[in-house]
């Protein structure tokens, strides 16, 4: 497979794997963790949705789906998939760590491990989905948070988990 094509697809696969597991665990419905209020709060002032403030707050707080993903594919690339069943338990440790009382890291990185592992049979490499989930986090906390934001705030409301 054409390593551009794989990491487009691995960017867009990581992007729904997270974006909807931390939805459906409801990070933009309220903040989880401590530092995630003042972040969301933080993001709506300069004119961005509370709900999405909320997510990129919690995802910057605590190791959620987001981090999953990443550590997933990190954890398959070097064991395969007892790599990304390894990944999921440190996430679960880290949330225990940071007082978070969700599971959507955990869940995102054993959905990750799934993805890759299915992925895998199709000429994808774990490489791809390291590289796609760097850009899927990219494109929800190093661009532009105001308007990435309103999209995480419409997804919410789409999942009934808005702020």
């Known amino acids: 497979m054409n390593e551009v094509i794989g990491i487009i697809i691995a960017a867009i696969l990581c992007w729904l794997n997270f974006v909807i597991v931390d939805t459906y665990f409801g ?27 909320f997510f990129q707050g919690n995802i910057v707080c605590s190791p959620d789906a987001s981090a999953g993903t990443l550590i997933a594919s990190i954890g398959y690339l070097l064991l395969g998939i007892s790599g990304g069943i390894i990944a999921a338990f440190f996430v679960f440790m880290g949330n225990r760590l940071c007082a978070d009382p969700g ?4 869940v995102g990185s054993l959905t990750a491990t799934v993805i ?20 899927a986090i990219l494109t929800v906390q190093g661009l532009d948070h105001k308007r990435a934001s309103i999209v995480l705030g419409k997804i919410a409301e789409k999942f009934n988990r808005h702020a």
Do not use: H, W
């Open 27 to 53: 990070l933009p419905e309220q903040p989880g963790v401590k530092g995630a209020r003042i972040i969301g709060e933080n993001v709506e002032k300069r004119g961005g949705d509370i709900a999405g403030g």
């Open 103 to 106: 599971y959507a890291g955990t």
């Open 116 to 135: 890759i592992t299915v992925c895998s049979f199709l000429g994808f490499t774990p490489e791809m989905f390291i590289v796609g989930m760097v850009i």
